[in-house]
């Protein structure tokens, strides 16, 4: 019998549903990956509806060590669910956390998967640059340390410029980004929302590259093409 799965990631979501769709019987409210998922609605990923996740009664419920809180989990836990967290802060580690997710679903590796892979072994990269890149607005918020999303941006030839922070996810105020001398502000769809007349006003005299939140936050089949549409919207910023 296949498994009841319930995805408090979008990203897992996605990778599920590519994968095997029908395993799925609840999801987030964010995850909107596939379009056309139906399946129950458990809120969202900060605030799962436990009593609601319950009543589905999946034999195995996906969650993320970032994106999820330790006391839903634990609650999730105590109930007697198998709670598998996932931890991803690094390109590898994604592609071998979707691997132990799928195969904890009981499915075979995927095409998806290894074309992946071989989409990311060897981008082509931008010449060298330093960018500042904001997640949050009121009040600013960029990527610090050790983030996916910052592994990724790295392997495109961009370093970012707060990668040494001791916080991954530090609150800097927007005068002291302004000081930093970076070659590039790359702004995300999300989790702030990001656009052409929201975000680049703030950097006057620095160029702007609006990205895919998918393609620069996602793990999953978003994958495959993110390096070349990432790279073909910090080319697009750089030359303004």
């Known amino acids: 019998m296949s498994p009841r799965v319930v995805s408090l990631v979008p990203s897992l979501t996605e990778a599920v549903a590519a994968s095997a769709p029908g395993l799925l019987v609840g999801a987030t409210d ?9 399946v129950a609605r458990v809120k969202g990923t900060k605030n799962p509806d436990v009593r609601g996740i ?8 996906l969650a993320n060590e970032e994106e999820n809180r330790a006391a839903d989990l634990d609650a999730l836990r105590g109930a007697g669910l198998n709670v598998l967290v996932t931890h991803v802060r690094t390109l590898p580690q994604a592609l071998s956390e ?9 499915l075979a590796r995927p095409a998806w998967l290894d074309e992946a892979a071989d989409a990311w072994a060897d981008p082509p990269a931008l010449a060298p640059c330093r960018a500042i890149v904001p997640i949050w607005r009121r009040p ?8 996916f999303a910052g592994d990724l ?52 005299g620095v160029p702007a590259a609006l990205v895919n939140g ?9 994958l ?4 070349v549409r990432l790279g073909e919207a910090l080319r697009a910023g750089l030359r303004g």
């Open 153 to 204: 941006l790295a392997r495109l030839g961009v370093s970012h410029v707060y990668v040494d922070h001791a916080e991954r996810y530090p609150r800097i105020p927007l005068h002291e980004l302004l000081t930093q001398g970076a070659d590039l502000v790359v702004l995300p769809d999300e989790p702030y929302r990001f656009t052409a007349d929201d975000g680049p006003e703030a950097f006057p």
């Open 98 to 106: 979707l691997a132990r997710v799928l195969d904890a679903c009981g």
């Open 30 to 38: 964010w995850c909107t990956h596939p379009a056309d998922l139906d």
């Open 54 to 61: 319950l009543a589905l009664a999946p034999d195995l419920v």
């Open 214 to 222: 998918r393609d620069l936050t996602w793990y999953g089949p978003s």
């Open 224 to 227: 495959v093409e993110a390096p």
């Open 140 to 147: 600013w918020m960029v990527l610090g340390r050790e983030t």
